[in-house]
């Protein structure tokens, strides 16, 4: 079995900066596709980046210029570095990670997710 731990959510006023982590651990050998979803109130859940294991990266349109997402895939972690933060930004974020257990299979998981909240 394998588990996603995030960090780093929290309270941040309109115009400041949050970094999100996302560590996984358990049986498993490597991820390949690594993401941040989030999903506000009232709203569906929404891809806001995702990154490949050969460094390939896509951003919602919405979060392009102002967000960045990063791997280390030593430490099987993604990261989310989040800028200039607006209040429409205010969600519960999930990292995702397509992991490849010991046993050879392939597997989808999901962290328990972390509040970011953008407001003066």
């Known amino acids: 079995q394998v588990q996603l731990v995030e960090s780093g959510g929290g309270l941040v006023q309109p115009g400041g900066s949050l970094r999100l982590s996302c560590a996984a651990s358990g049986s498993m050998l490597t991820s390949n596709r690594m993401g941040w979803y989030r999903q506000a109130p009232g709203k569906t859940r929404e891809l806001v980046a995702q990154i490949m294991s050969d460094g390939w990266t896509n951003y919602a349109g919405s979060v392009k210029g102002r967000f960045t997402i990063s791997r280390d895939n030593a430490k099987h972690t993604v990261h989310l570095q989040m800028n200039s933060l607006k209040p429409e930004d205010t969600a519960v974020y999930y990292c995702?990670?397509?992991?490849?257990?010991?046993?050879?299979?392939?597997?989808?998981?999901w962290g328990q997710g972390t509040r970011v909240t953008v407001s003066s």
């Open positions: 995702y990670q397509q992991v490849r257990e010991t046993s050879g299979r392939w597997e989808d998981y």
